[in-house]
């Protein structure tokens, strides 16, 4: 057998592969919960005494944005705790370029 019939060692790894969500969506998710809360408790409720409807918005924004945003992160992190049972890891073989096959469209 030739060396080129012979792939060495150094030319195969493992490389793992999970798939993750992204955090960001979780995060605005969970923010965007604390905004509509806060709009429905100031409309159900009205406005505080001494503060203007603006201004009790504005504070319960803040006050329920910051627990909806914990718990987007939460979400998030459940969600990426379950994806670890797909972790896969793969062999892998370096090609040389006369074993590569040409793509699909070109020739």
């Known amino acids: 057998m ?20 992204r955090l960001s969506p979780f995060l605005i998710a969970g923010v965007l919960a604390g905004v509509v809360a806060a709009v429905v408790v100031v409309l159900v409720t009205g406005p505080a005494e001494d503060y203007t409807t603006a201004g009790s918005l504005g504070y319960l924004t803040v ?7 914990a718990l987007g992160a939460v979400a998030w ?19 040389d370029a006369a074993e590569r096959t040409p793509a699909h469209g070109s020739e």
């Open 2 to 21: 030739s060396s080129r019939e012979q792939p060495d060692a150094s030319a195969r790894r493992q490389v793992t592969v999970r798939p993750t969500p």
């Open 63 to 69: 006050a329920f944005a910051i627990p909806g945003l």
């Open 77 to 95: 992190l459940l969600i990426d705790w379950r994806s670890r049972k797909r972790t896969r890891t793969y062999d892998l073989q370096k090609l």
